[in-house]
């Protein structure tokens, strides 16, 4: 045989046995816009993160889009190795490894720009139509004479307010600005505004289930994998500008 061809041969079997030795991690996602979507470029801001981490350790993931309930169950009953992205809470954390931050997420009250909308406490909010969204759970809801009027999703949450329903609405400073120019005319967003104290601020997590016994060594080589892009500038790229 001709040795070019040798070569080729050895050098294409070298590669096909590489790609079969490459290691993979299955994790459960699901639809929270910018942060993650099946129908995002690269899932979405922090699929695309994950993603990259995981490939600077030569690991490739495969996403399976579902219901968030579900998306936590398959990956608690190890049916996947886990999930993203989720916060810390002391029940999770029995079940699952945490990795280092995927993202700080900011949270802060949108409201129309003609509602001159000031606060420095919950206590503050006793003075104005509180809107928001069927399941969530709200930190001010703890004040028991803050009344929240709820919508059934998060757009509507925003047709209410355009329409002088309420007068503040709190969500995630990203995802509320991807819902605005998904679903409303450049118009009716530019009637909204957000005050730019942030109310909450929490980290998200990529989870991987603490029975699997190859999730210590896949959450030490993520978590190289995300240092190496933040330190590369890749990351502050892939997360884009405040809103």
Same mark, same amino acid.
């Given at each position: /045989?001709?040795?070019?061809?040798?070569?080729?041969?050895?050098?294409?079997?070298?590669?096909?046995?590489?790609?079969?030795?490459?290691?993979?991690?299955?994790?459960?996602?699901?639809?929270? *816009?910018?942060?993650?979507?099946?129908?995002?470029?690269?899932? #979405?801001?922090?699929?695309?993160?994950?993603?990259?981490?995981?490939?600077?350790?030569?690991? !490739?993931?495969?996403?399976?889009?579902?219901?968030? %309930?579900?998306?936590?169950?398959?990956?608690?009953?190890?049916?996947?190795?886990?999930?993203?992205?989720?916060?810390?809470? +002391?029940?999770? #954390?029995?079940?699952?490894?945490?990795?280092?931050?995927?993202?700080? #997420? %900011? $949270?802060?009250?949108?409201?129309? !720009?003609?509602? *001159?909308?000031?606060? %420095? =406490?919950?206590?503050?909010?006793?003075?104005?139509?509180?809107?928001?969204?069927?399941?969530? %759970?709200?930190?001010?809801?703890?004040?028991?004479?803050?009344?929240?009027?709820?919508?059934?999703?998060?757009?509507?949450?925003?047709?209410? /307010?355009?329409?002088?329903?309420?007068?503040?609405?709190? $969500?995630?400073? !990203?995802? #509320?600005?991807?819902?605005?120019?998904?679903?409303? =005319? *450049?118009?009716?967003?530019?009637?909204?505004?957000?005050? *730019?104290?942030?109310?909450?601020?929490? =980290?998200?997590?990529?989870?991987? &289930?603490?029975?699997? +016994?190859?999730?210590? !060594?896949?959450?030490?080589?993520? &978590?190289?994998?995300?240092?190496?892009?933040?330190?590369?500038?890749?990351?502050?790229?892939?997360?884009?500008?405040?809103?």
């Amino acid at each position: /045989m001709n040795p070019s061809k040798v070569m080729a041969l050895a050098c294409l079997v070298g590669m096909l046995g590489t790609a079969q030795a490459a290691e993979e991690v299955s994790l459960t996602n699901g639809e929270w *816009p910018p942060y993650q979507s099946e129908h995002e470029p690269h899932y #979405g801001i922090a699929s695309h993160i994950v993603t990259e981490a995981f490939a600077q350790e030569g690991i !490739k993931v495969r996403y399976s889009f579902m219901p968030w %309930k579900r998306a936590y169950i398959e990956a608690e009953e190890g049916r996947h190795d886990g999930s993203l992205v989720w916060t810390y809470e +002391p029940e999770r #954390g029995e079940k699952f490894l945490f990795s280092d931050a995927v993202f700080e #997420g %900011k $949270s802060v009250f949108f409201h129309l !720009k003609k509602f *001159p909308f000031e606060w %420095k =406490t919950f206590d503050d909010l006793t003075k104005v139509r509180v809107g928001g969204t069927l399941g969530y %759970k709200y930190e001010f809801e703890k004040n028991p004479a803050i009344q929240v009027d709820r919508a059934n999703s998060d757009v509507d949450s925003f047709r209410k /307010m355009l329409k002088d329903r309420f007068d503040i609405f709190p $969500s995630d400073l !990203k995802v #509320g600005y991807a819902t605005l120019r998904a679903n409303f =005319t *450049p118009a009716e967003v530019n009637q909204i505004t957000h005050h *730019p104290r942030a109310y909450n601020v929490v =980290t998200y997590h990529l989870i991987l &289930n603490k029975k699997n +016994p190859r999730s210590a !060594k896949l959450m030490a080589a993520f &978590n190289r994998g995300l240092k190496k892009l933040r330190d590369s500038g890749r990351y502050a790229e892939y997360y884009g500008p405040a809103d």
